[in-house]
């Protein structure tokens, strides 16, 4: 079975301070995502990345960055947590789909709920 | 810009009964994507449509895809308290013919609520 493990459930921290996020996942995938989820906005990408090293803005970057320095692992890094980045975080993977052999289905972590006071 | 649209945003049935959720999206596509989340819980994979007339079905969902129409239904049969959960579709932007990253375009999401 495919993990996608998140470091932490639930999270407290202070405006101002610098978060990381971690998400592991055991399965050799190329592609690993970040989202938030947020009542009635649905899943809005953050950050991706498809490949060590390699990332790609989503739909909503801004306050966030991210670190892909092992293919397992892919970090969401908020530089200076603000109360409106209170919410779930969701870290998914996925295998490359290529001429249709890989199903490019994500699998997801059980997401860290973050709170900003 | 892409636009994946769920329809309704908040069911709330009886058991027995049966409904459908329909996910409309605004560009070509021949993946689509449907989900489970449990309350607290992350999202799990339910099905995955991968051409035009494309069904799969699993106990009381039943899941198609239209590309022509750009639609996707879930088909709810017989309705039990269990099927409580919240229903995602996600669209795969550019489909595995040009190659791509993965990126996938989720809908708002349809909550259900199965009542006794």
């Known amino acids: 079975d495919v993990k996608v493990t998140q470091s932490s459930r639930y999270l407290v921290k202070r405006t101002g301070e610098k978060v990381f996020l971690e998400c592991v996942q055991d399965?050799?995938?190329?592609?690993m995502f970040w989202y938030r989820q947020d009542p009635g906005l649905g899943l809005r990408l953050i950050y991706f990345s498809y490949d060590v090293k390699m990332k790609e803005k989503g739909d909503i970057p801004e306050g966030y960055s991210v670190s892909r320095e092992k293919k397992e692992r892919f970090s969401l890094i908020l530089e200076s947590a603000s109360t409106n980045q209170t919410s779930m975080y969701l870290c998914?993977?996925?295998?490359?789909?290529?001429?249709?052999?890989?199903?490019?289905?994500?699998?997801f972590g059980a997401g860290t709920r973050l709170s900003v006071l | 810009e892409l636009k994946v649209e769920q329809n309704p945003l908040f069911l709330s049935m009886q058991e027995g009964k049966n409904y459908t959720i329909y996910c409309n999206y605004s560009t070509t596509s021949d993946r689509l994507y449907w989900y489970r989340q449990d309350p607290g819980k992350s999202l799990e994979s339910l099905f995955v449509?991968?051409?035009?007339?494309a069904v799969k079905q699993e106990g009381r969902l039943m899941a198609s895809l239209d590309t022509k129409a750009r639609l996707s239904t879930l088909h709810i049969t017989a309705a039990v308290h269990d099927l409580s959960a919240t229903y995602f579709c996600a669209v795969d932007p550019r489909g595995w013919r040009s190659g791509n990253t993965g990126k996938l375009i989720f809908g708002q999401g349809t909550t259900l609520q199965v009542k006794p």
């Open positions: 998914a993977s996925s295998l490359t789909a290529q001429g249709g052999i890989a199903k490019n289905i994500q699998y």
């Open positions: 399965m050799d995938h190329e592609n």
């Open positions: 449509l991968l051409s035009n007339g």
